[in-house]
């Protein structure tokens, strides 16, 4: 498959990136979710080995991703993690960048308040969802 090249704004410097580079970093997204699910359960000793390992696989198994016609989206098990815009674009007045990290607001449509990183740049993610914007690590992300 050809590379599709696209200019992505980051950190004040403009970057091409190609269609491999993007699924590379679709994919290191979705291990940092993987990962940080099974930081979260192995919180609290290891009585429960084979229970805590058993449910890793079944989170793991269930994250999967679809392309929409503007978006990535980022499923965990029936529930919808996030979106990743797809191209540079203007929706609803607001521009976004190809890569931006972006909180579900329904089953169908994201949050377009602000991103909540960009998989190019500097990012945050909990096996939740892309951090809140009130969450200290986000203040952290950027830098506040």
């Known amino acids: 498959m050809k590379d599709v090249y696209a200019n992505v704004y980051n ?3 403009l970057m091409i990136v190609t269609e491999t580079e993007m699924k590379k970093a679709l ?8 990962l940080d699910y099974s930081m979260w359960s192995k919180k609290g000793g290891s009585d429960y080995d084979t229970v805590r390992n058993n449910m890793i696989k079944e989170f793991n198994d269930g994250i999967t991703m679809k392309e929409s016609k503007y978006y990535y989206k980022i499923y965990s098990g029936n529930s919808i993690w ?3 815009v797809k191209e540079d674009k203007t929706i609803r007045g607001k521009d976004w960048k190809k890569g931006d990290i972006l909180k579900a607001a329904s089953y169908l449509t994201p949050a377009l308040n602000k991103p909540r990183g960009n998989i190019f740049g ?4 909990k096996w939740t969802g892309p951090v809140y914007l009130n969450d200290p690590a ?3 992300m950027i830098g506040q």
């Open 11 to 13: 950190k004040k410097t």
């Open 27 to 34: 994919d290191m997204l979705i291990d940092k979710i993987k």
């Open 82 to 84: 996030g979106f990743i």
């Open 122 to 125: 500097n990012y945050i993610v």
């Open 138 to 140: 986000y203040y952290r």
